[in-house]
């Protein structure tokens, strides 16, 4: 009777091991204050008091990458969907005041593809670079059965802490200003619709649109990570709340920054990504429809008292805010002028 092995059945340890290896570096690349050890151990330790806090508060956040990762699939796009995956988790960290201190990754596969699996991890070890936050550990799961060949999916979780009195959203007010930072893009949500969009329209992740840019550039073009601008405001003492913008949209997020009993006044239009309008003319989506399932050119809004010293702050780190609206006395988020968005 012949030997069955792992690799037999669809499994190659070696290949896994080998990734390992590759990513060693990567991970290296990543630390900062408070990592304890590296890559190999059963679990990652992190030492808060040596990375500078006295009465910190710990806070964790998970998310993925969504069906964008079709796209990454079919085209061999695989650089930038690590960044994706950081950014979704990171973002939603410092809303809440937390600067990120570790990452960890969790990759699925059907059979191991080690040069597409490192470049995937390169991503993530990326935007742990741009979070400044340790890529600590991982896991890559390889289950033929589960998942057809070149399929692949992706899950990130990452721990950040703030000071216990430093913790966001704090004292926002009616008449507070929502400043608003510019995505590059979809970033990583509603690309069920996108997908639906362009099968229905007849066009492949291959059609130039947009003057000429091939689809797939346009849409794999990572979500933006807003750390360190934010975490230079908040530490300016100027940010009160804020709200990332991923699926449910200006409606569904900003909402989740507000105190009971208020809402939001904002006026459009405003700049926003090409993509945007693309989108809505080619399939006659609803202006209300955009904004409840794309970000539509606001990757975070930030709530503040002095717009001007805050505007100031922001773009000493780089960034080009501009004003969105104000915090209202009345529930709800309003916004004038949608039908002048997508024109």
């Known amino acids: 009777m012949t030997s069955v092995t792992y690799r037999d059945a669809g499994v190659d ?115 742990c670079k741009q979070a400044d936050c340790a890529l600590v550990g ?22 950040g802490a703030a000071e216990r009195n430093n913790l966001l959203p704090a004292n926002v007010r009616p008449g507070d200003a929502i400043l608003a930072l510019p995505s590059s893009g979809v970033h990583s949500n509603g690309f069920s619709l996108v997908r639906r969009i362009f099968a229905d329209a007849g066009l492949s992740w291959d059609s130039e649109i947009l003057g000429g840019k091939r689809a797939a550039d346009v849409l794999m073009t990572p979500t933006r990570i807003y750390v360190r601008p934010m975490l230079a405001l908040h530490k300016a003492g100027l940010l009160k709340g804020a709200a990332h913008i991923t699926g449910g949209g200006l409606p569904g997020n900003l909402p989740r920054a507000l105190p009971e009993g208020t809402g939001a006044a904002l006026t459009g239009p405003w700049a926003m990504p090409e993509i945007f309008p693309f989108l809505a003319k080619t ?31 922001l773009r000493e780190a780089g960034e080009q805010p501009f004003l969105l609206g104000h915090v209202s006395d009345k529930p709800g988020i309003v916004i004038e002028g949608t039908e002048k968005l997508f024109a």
């Open 283 to 313: 399939a006659n989506v609803a202006p209300e429809e955009m904004l409840r399932v794309f970000n539509c050119g606001v990757g975070m809004t930030l709530i503040v008292s002095d717009a001007e010293a805050a505007t100031k702050v």
């Open 13 to 127: 340890i070696e290949a896994g091991d080998a990734l390992v290896e590759a990513i060693k570096p990567l991970a290296k690349a990543t630390t900062r204050a408070g990592v304890m050890g590296g890559l190999g151990g059963f679990g990652a330790l992190f030492d808060l008091k040596a990375a500078g806090f006295t009465d910190p508060v710990l806070v964790s956040t998970t998310d993925g990458v969504g069906t964008k990762l079709k796209i990454a699939i079919e085209t061999g796009i695989h650089d930038y969907v690590g960044i994706d995956l950081v950014a979704m988790c990171v973002n939603d960290l410092v809303v809440q005041g937390a600067a990120p201190l570790f990452f960890l990754d969790y990759f699925a596969t059907g059979a191991l593809d080690v040069d597409a699996a490192k470049r995937i991890i390169a991503g993530i070890a990326e935007g």
């Open 138 to 159: 991982g896991e890559t799961a390889e289950m033929p059965g589960m998942y057809a060949h070149g399929d692949y999916d992706l899950a990130g979780f990452s721990v």
